[in-house]
């Protein structure tokens, strides 16, 4: 399967997925790399591993729809078979739904429903939960809302209010790329349907 990873910072979940590639029985490669940004470890990351990237800036086009139809259209030249958003903190817009909703997988470092958006992890300390986790998901047009594919257990420590978050989000992000190569590699080998907003991977 041909996967296009779009990225915002870091990378390590895009890295995560550079290492899993290298395996051929994985059953996928990473045809380009996009972002949403220059400068971030993300698109280095996809450079050392000789992978396309491209960057699409909101900023550099006239306004939120244009930025979606150029991005979709960049995307799109790859032909991906699905679309992997690693630490995407955009919201992606219509025209980008039209064309790939359905086969988009994102991951989100919270137990879903529970804690959308930006600020996952914050939310859920502040709430005081117990356990949070991460949740990889096909994205629809709500923000985190889309089916959810799996989930990831983490236990939160009473250390972790000291920090605002820091070390439960590194312990989140340490599942959540197992938990990702796992589910994409599935997804790529098996396929998947959606049913009734559930999503079936044949086992
Ligand atoms: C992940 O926890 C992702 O769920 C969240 O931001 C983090 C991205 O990390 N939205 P990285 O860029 O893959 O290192």
């Known amino acids: ?14 890295q995560a997925l550079i290492d ?14 996009g972002a949403d940004r220059a400068d971030i470890a993300g698109l280095e990351r996809a450079e050392a591993a000789g992978i396309p990237t491209f960057v699409h800036r909101i900023a550099d086009h006239a306004d ?17 078979d699905l679309v992997v958003t690693a630490g995407f903190m955009k919201i992606l817009g219509p025209e980008f739904l039209g064309a790939f ?23 859920a300390l502040a709430y005081g939960v117990k356990v949070t ?3 990889v998901h096909l994205v629809d047009a709500g923000v985190d809302t889309g089916p959810i594919i799996a989930q990831g ?3 939160v420590l009473d250390a972790d209010h000291a920090d605002g978050g820091e070390a439960l989000h ?9 938990l990702l190569v796992e589910v994409v590699g599935r997804m790529a080998r098996e ?9 079936w991977i044949p086992a």
């Open 1 to 14: 399967a041909r996967l296009v990873v779009l990225v915002s910072g870091s990378g390590t979940n895009l």
């Open 64 to 80: 939120r729809a244009a930025w979606d139809v150029a991005l979709t259209a960049s995307v799109a030249a790859h032909e991906p």
């Open 191 to 199: 396929g998947h349907r959606i049913e009734d907003r559930k999503v």
């Open 20 to 33: 899993a590639v290298a395996d051929p029985a994985y059953g996928a490669r990473i045809v380009a790399v």
């Open 133 to 135: 986790g991460c949740t």
């Open 101 to 123: 909703a359905g086969r988009t997988v994102n991951t989100h470092p919270a137990l879903l429903p529970a804690f959308p958006g930006a600020h996952g992890v914050p939310d």
């Open 153 to 155: 257990v983490v236990e």
């Open 170 to 178: 590194e312990r989140i992000k340490t599942v959540e790329r197992t």
